[in-house]
């Protein structure tokens, strides 16, 4: 029997000891030894010490603190069905006592600490977010993500003050050179202290100056999890209630954790609505000038009489109209962010509200202006990430200002451009405008294939 234990026991190392959330601990009295393993970001370690650590030092002889383990509720002997790599990942800890081994349950218990998700909100679904504790971020990822395969492990930033980096991958899954592409960025990290996963993801971004978010920043566990099956990594650092998921494509960041909860015909339709909200906050109000300003024929006449009746005596150009309206809408949207809770909404609506209507009748701008600016709003909050959110709402900028110097041929110049830029993107090496990044891509497992 001791050989079998000591076998499991290096079985069990070699399986988790990459982990640097992972323990194995040694502990020797004057009569005997006891080997213990379990994670440490799972479980609640002054229990341990409680129910293990001092009974052990006090009880003297072997026989008496076994006794003593198999008298502890929620503690059974391990038998030969027992799966010990699922019970450590499950949170319990396995205790080797000469012949014996033993599987306790000392499971941390996290509902006081955990956070409700504000940012990425879904109907259906888990509703908690990550705490701004790493502990406790890495005990729920653990538990919606129960694989022995995943993997934790550490790196220092070499900064004003050191900062630790916790990197999470599925060994499984995700590609080493990606994985070790990541890790040498995260080594040529210098300067100021880091405070949020948000500036890290600047640092790591080689292109110093990009329009388009390359790695994604999430609140949620179960896309967390999600990611972490697609062979992504994930990086964390203490004080934040954020983490940093790599890379992250064009795609990942239109979809939302909701479109796993729901149907496959609901979640397609939201995805095109989202496709579609895309096009509108990007194109229409380029759309708008192009059209008024160079080509008025391409509307049906009723169509063109209503528009060029809502704009009798608006006093300067459609392009003008169409870029105050669009900074007023930024400026709402900002105020609604800045503002307390309590208020922020009542305020920017009411304020809305009066500015459009003050706008009107002043002449300043036409009513289907008003309409218009609303629409394009409206589409860009479907977006379900914030980061591209806010590239869009400057790209549509860019388009803005070819459309008013060429009409038509400058939105579609604009539209152009705006592709090939996407297309030039790469996110840790991965194309950015590839569809799907996910564990059963043909190319990402032939990647896999040549990288061991």
């Known amino acids: 029997m001791y050989w079998k234990s000591k076998a499991l026991y290096e079985a069990l190392w070699d399986e988790f000891h990459l982990s640097k959330d992972a323990v194995f601990q040694t502990s020797k009295n004057m009569h005997h030894e006891i080997q213990l393993v379990y994670f440490k970001s799972l479980t609640d370690e002054t229990k341990i010490q409680a129910i293990i650590f001092k009974p052990f030092y006090e009880l003297d002889g072997d026989d008496g603190f076994s006794r003593y383990i198999r008298s502890l509720p929620n503690t059974s002997a391990f038998r030969e069905t027992d799966d010990l790599r699922k019970k450590i990942i499950e949170g319990n800890l396995v205790l080797f006592c000469g012949q014996q081994i033993y599987i306790l349950d000392v499971k941390k218990a996290v509902n006081n600490t955990v956070r409700e998700s504000t940012i990425e909100t879904v109907i259906q679904g888990p509703q908690f977010g990550f705490s701004e504790n790493v502990e406790v971020n890495l005990n729920l990822i653990r538990h919606r993500y129960r694989q022995s395969t995943l993997m934790v492990e550490t790196q220092v930033l070499e900064i004003d003050i050191p900062e630790t980096v916790y990197i999470l ?34 640092r790591l971004n080689k292109q110093k100056i990009t329009l388009f978010p390359t790695s994604m920043i999430t609140e949620r566990p179960d896309r967390v999890a999600l990611n972490l099956a697609q062979g992504k990594v994930v990086l964390m650092i203490n004080g934040t209630p954020f983490v940093l998921l790599a890379p ?96 922020g909404s009542t305020a920017t609506t009411v ?31 479907v977006i379900p990430i914030n980061a591209m959110g806010f590239s869009l709402r400057v790209s549509k900028y860019f388009v803005l200002l070819l459309t008013t110097w060429y009409g038509l041929v400058g939105l579609m110049a604009g539209m152009l451009l705006l592709f090939g830029y996407l297309c030039k993107l790469d996110s840790f090496g991965q194309p950015y405008l590839r569809l799907f990044l996910g564990s059963n891509d043909k190319d990402l497992l032939n990647e896999k294939e040549n990288a061991s």
Request: net charge negative; proline share 3%; glycine share 6%.
């Open 169 to 202: 991958y599925d060994s499984q899954y995700v590609n080493r050179d990606r994985l070790q592409e990541i890790k040498n960025r995260l080594s040529q990290i210098k300067g100021k202290s880091l405070q949020a996963v948000g500036e890290l993801e600047q």
């Open 248 to 343: 992250a494509v064009f795609y990942d960041f239109m979809s939302s954790m909701e479109d796993i909860y729901q149907s496959w015909g609901v979640s397609r339709f939201i995805i095109a609505l989202r496709y579609l909200g895309l096009s509108i906050s990007l194109v229409l109000p380029s759309l708008y000038v192009g059209v008024t300003s160079f080509n008025p024929e391409l509307f049906q006449v009723q169509l063109a009489l209503s528009i060029a009746g809502s704009r009798v005596g608006v006093p300067y150009p459609s392009y003008l109209e169409v870029l105050f309206m669009l900074i007023m809408m930024e400026l709402l949207t900002e105020a609604s962010i800045r503002l307390p809770k309590t208020i």
């Open 351 to 381: 304020g809305g509200l009066i500015l459009g209507q003050a706008a009107t009748e002043a002449g300043l701008v036409s009513n289907i202006m008003i309409i218009l600016v609303a629409a394009v709003a409206i589409s860009n909050f």
